[in-house]
């Protein structure tokens, strides 16, 4: 089974916008309400009984049951009789909504992350359809709950032999946008290392060096406009708060954040397609990129996504056909591709790699980025043949059969 996410921007008429706002709001409140509920619960037992607060404290049954998306479902079920907003609603969307935040909890518990957050208005900006009707789509038109049909810019026609099983609307700063699930009962085979080599080193000074000497350029997508959004939130906090004039001040801010994050991700894929058009099998390191985004430069490690760009060239590679594969990231900048020997650590101002053994020389993330394929290699079972000095960067390794 094959699933994939298609997204275009729909065109919403002025009575569809309105009732998706609508139901935006109401998918907040409950959230809201929700989270109020599991949030008191929690606060109920989180003292001794023989040490309560002298101010306040949350009284609740010592019998009551601790809210789950099962228990609220079925009190949003009980609501909906009685509420007209709840009703008007979607029920299926509104239950999305618990699942959310049934998944952020569990996100708490499991991963570490923080406490679920009250969303104050216009922070809720998506609604999802976990079904949709009978050939829901027609044309460039889609027919979404609540609505009925939608014209939507069809950028790529939809695949054939995949069906939409469920969209997820979604209120950006430049419009509405739908996000197709398309499914297809297709089984697709894993690919076989195969081809050129290639490894890859990530960096601050350059946002990629390649096994084949090549380095691109880190832009800087944040940090070039970030002169230019400090004005405008300069002009958001001179404005009246709830007013129109706050309310285009602050659509200003919203569009000037998606057009760096279209931006990044625009780059990331070009760089992606960039680096399958040169080989057969991509290495890159599995880096730990939360402890990069704590440190001296979390600014601009933030600003270069990494995260996201490995991810979107993982999923760039499987798409066409291309080997990829994470490997240990302990030493490779400590390593002689060359000879093998351990250079020991070297400071973030030298640039330069000098093996004293060897006497082999290149630039410091390239020689990296070739100790990553070597351990790409060895991991998919090929040995490397080191070809000595006096040759090429690109040509210091090359492949043998098989093991």
Request: aromatic residues 10%.
């Amino acid at each position: 089974m094959l699933n994939l996410t298609y997204i275009y921007r729909l065109k919403l008429l002025q009575q569809q916008s309105q009732t998706y706002d609508a139901w935006l709001e109401t998918s907040r409140r409950v959230w809201n309400f929700a989270l109020a509920e599991r949030k008191d619960w929690y606060n109920s037992r989180s003292c001794r009984i023989d040490a309560c607060s002298l101010k306040s404290e949350y009284i609740i049954p010592a019998d009551a049951p601790r809210p789950t998306f099962a228990s609220q479902c079925k009190a949003l079920t009980q609501a909906r009789k009685t509420n007209p907003n709840l009703n008007t609603a979607h029920s299926q969307m509104l239950q999305q909504v618990l699942r959310r935040l049934e998944k952020a909890f569990v996100g708490m518990w499991e991963s570490g992350r923080g406490f679920p957050r009250f969303k104050k208005q216009g922070r809720m900006r998506s609604l999802l359809f976990p079904q949709l009707g009978v050939n829901p789509i027609l044309g460039s038109k889609v027919k979404l709950p609540g609505v009925g049909w939608v014209k939507m810019q069809l950028s790529r026609p939809i695949p054939d032999g995949f069906v939409a099983k469920q969209a997820q609307v979604v209120k950006k700063a430049s419009g509405w946008y739908v996000m197709l699930t398309l499914q297809a009962n297709i089984d697709v085979p894993s690919f076989a290392p195969h081809g050129q080599p290639i490894g890859i080193d990530l960096g601050l000074k350059s946002f990629l060096a390649t096994s084949t000497g090549e380095q691109i350029a880190r832009p800087r997508f944040f940090v070039d406009l970030q002169r230019k959004l400090k004005l405008l939130q300069k002009r958001v906090s001179h404005k009246k708060l709830g007013s129109n004039n706050w309310r285009k001040a602050q659509q200003k801010v919203s569009r000037l954040h998606e057009h760096i994050h279209d931006t990044r991700a625009y780059f990331h894929f070009k760089l992606a397609h960039r680096l399958c058009d040169q080989g057969g099998m991509i290495f890159a390191e599995d880096l730990n990129f939360k402890a990069w985004a704590k440190g001296m430069f979390s600014k601009h490690t933030l600003d270069a996504g990494f995260g996201e760009f490995l991810s979107i060239l993982e999923w760039v590679c499987w798409k066409r056909g291309v080997y990829f594969a994470k490997v240990n990231p302990n030493g490779t900048s400590q390593t002689c591709p060359n000879c093998n020997h351990h250079t020991g650590k070297k400071d973030l101002n030298q640039r330069i790699h000098l093996c004293g053994e060897c006497g082999f020389q290149t630039d410091r993330d390239v020689a990296a980025a070739m100790v990553v394929m070597q351990r790409g290699l060895a991991a998919v079972g090929h040995t490397v043949k080191m070809l000595g000095e006096g040759l090429s960067n690109s040509s210091l390794l090359t492949q043998e059969s098989p093991v």
